[in-house]
T-cell receptor, first 113, second 114 residues
Framework: DAKTTQPNSMESNEEEPVHLPCNHSTISGTDYIHWYRQLPSQGPEYVIHGLTSNVNNRMASLAIAEDRKSSTLILHRATLRDAAVYYCILRDGMGGATNKLIFGTGTLLAVQP | DSGVTQTPKHLITATGQRVTLRCSPRSGDLSVYWYQQSLDQGLQFLIQYYNGEERAKGNILERFSAQQFPDLHSELNLSSLELGDSALYFC?????????????FGSGTQLSVL
């Protein structure tokens, strides 16, 4: 599986935008970029995924670099509830249902009131 | 609420014992994944089932086994338990969306081996 690199931790203020970076320089053409987050004492939660184009949903936006070697998860207005570990994961789109999701160490996001 | 149900929420047992963790996927989801999360190892993929058949294996010990039943619920059996097996065990089911799978995780079973 291709590897991702994320900062260990980041801080944000409530109601401000947060940009969480992820580097994946060895990404292959069929790898999808997934983001999950894990709130304290809960299971991981799907946030967003994309292949080449930027993606938006009700939780966040995903900005993918043109060469696909990096991406940024954008939380438009951070709330205290967004404090969590955010995982950036690559998943091969050609692997079908046999492809496992491999979690790294993620970025611990702290949100200050 | 993800729609994935795991029971029990907490389990305390002794070394050498055997336990069974249960997972009910979201209605209609055919895939079930099992993950282990410990403080020193992070989230580790154990095994995946799809419609009753094993599809992928990760770092699952030989003392651990799993199965998925015809009603699609899954059980993870852990035997000859050791202190190091103490961890949070998550299961997840999945749905395909825009070319790739997204997983929905349960709230986990906290296993403590004393």
């Amino acid at each position: 599986d291709a590897k991702t690199t994320q900062p260990n931790s980041m801080e944000s203020n409530e109601e401000e935008p947060v940009h969480l970076p992820c580097n994946h320089s060895t990404i292959s053409g069929t790898d999808y970029i997934h983001w999950y987050r894990q709130l304290p004492s809960q299971g991981p939660e799907y946030v967003i995924h994309g292949l080449t184009s930027n993606v938006n949903n009700r939780m966040a936006s995903l900005a993918i670099a043109e060469d696909r070697k990096s991406s940024t998860l954008i939380l438009h207005r951070a709330t205290l509830r967004d404090a969590a570990v955010y995982y950036c994961i690559l998943r091969d789109g050609m692997g079908g249902a046999t492809n496992k999701l491999i979690f790294g160490t993620g970025t611990l996001l702290a949100v200050q009131p | 609420d993800s729609g994935v149900t795991q029971t029990p929420k907490h389990l305390i047992t002794a070394t050498g014992q055997r336990v069974t963790l249960r997972c009910s996927p979201r209605s209609g989801d055919l895939s079930v994944y099992w993950y282990q999360q410990s403080l020193d190892q992070g989230l580790q993929f154990l095994i995946q089932y799809y419609n009753g058949e094993e599809r992928a294996k990760g770092n699952i010990l030989e003392r651990f086994s799993a199965q998925q039943f015809p009603d699609l619920h899954s059980e993870l059996n852990l035997s000859s338990l050791e202190l190091g097996d103490s961890a949070l065990y998550f299961c997840a089911s999945s749905v395909w969306d825009r070319g790739n799978e997204k997983l929905f995780f349960g709230s986990g079973t906290q296993l403590s081996v004393l």
